[in-house]
């Protein structure tokens, strides 16, 4: 593969393929399960915390509305659900909790059960959910993750309905001065403070790596539009350590429809 040419999808150590790189994901995942939260935070110094909640915010019309549904895919341990569910009404539809790997899961599930969530093993590129059926979907540092993106970004696309919304939050990498320093850090230190707390640097090579073969934002905003979505940004945080892309999935709501039928403009059978 050549430096253009967009990643397909996740590639941990030893994958073939789309499956094994699936599978090694999930394995990787749930052995790192037990000690996740304590080295995301120290590894994070604790900004994780501000970009699950400025995440969040982002999305507070929507988190607002108690008949939403909400699915936080890749879940994980669950902090960027907790933090989507500070901002749910009492009553509200609860939040759609997803992630394929058990362990994660589970830890994320005695977070937020019983609290406005439901966890849902799934994969998030072959979603247990109907058609135009959600209304936001959230993913934390989960996307670069799915063993092929275009065919994540489509099955997203499938499950949002027209006007829906997409959060994806990730790591990217700054340019500059600061770019070089993040990258001694994220290649050097990241790794050997894996390899301390669990005596394997493996997953925490992995996470460097993973973020270098991204696309960049601008490509990977394209690519979003591309797959059916419109308003594709990328709002970088924290000097683009980090960022969030959040887009509208494309096409026409029934509101949008009854507004453009009061003023007399909508042809009938002009919707797909
Ligand atoms: C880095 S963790 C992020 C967890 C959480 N969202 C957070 O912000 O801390 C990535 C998660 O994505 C999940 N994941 C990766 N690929 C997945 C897939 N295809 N389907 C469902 N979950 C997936 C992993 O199991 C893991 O729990």
């Not at 996740?36 to 501000?50: E, G, K, Q, T, V």
């Not at 601008?218 to 959040?246: C, H, M, N």
């Amino acid at each position: 593969m050549t430096a253009q040419q967009p990643a397909a999808g996740a590639q941990p150590d030893g994958a073939m393929d789309e499956q094994s790189a699936a599978r090694n994901v999930r394995q990787m995942f749930n052995s790192i399960a037990p000690r996740y939260d304590l080295l995301n935070h120290l590894l994070s110094a604790n900004i994780d915390r501000l970009w699950w909640w400025r995440a969040a915010r982002t999305f507070r019309t929507v988190l607002v509305q108690p008949n939403a549904i909400v699915l936080d895919l890749c879940c994980g341990t669950g902090d960027m659900t907790m933090a989507l569910l500070r901002r749910r009404p009492l009553q509200a539809q609860p939040i759609l909790a997803a992630d394929f790997a058990h362990e994660m899961l589970r830890r994320g599930a005695a977070k937020f059960s019983g609290r406005g969530a439901i966890a849902i093993e799934a994969d998030a590129l072959r979603l247990p959910l109907r058609d135009a059926s959600v209304d936001l979907i959230t993913t934390a540092f989960g996307f670069r993750n799915l063993a092929n993106y275009s065919q994540g970004l489509q099955e997203f696309a499938r499950v949002l309905r027209p006007g829906g919304q997409l959060g994806i939050l990730d790591f990217s990498e700054p340019n500059g001065a600061l770019g070089k320093a993040y990258q001694w850090y994220f290649r050097c230190a990241v790794p050997a403070i894996g390899k301390a707390v669990y005596g394997q640097s493996g997953p925490y090579e992995y996470l460097p790596e993973s973020v270098r073969r991204f696309p960049a934002p601008q490509q990977f905003v394209a690519q979003i539009e591309s797959a059916g979505f419109e308003d594709a940004r990328w709002t970088p945080y924290t000097l683009g350590i980090a960022g969030l892309y959040s887009a509208k999935r494309r096409g026409t709501t029934p509101a949008d429809c009854a507004q453009i039928n009061a003023a007399g403009k909508f042809e009938p059978g002009s919707l797909a």
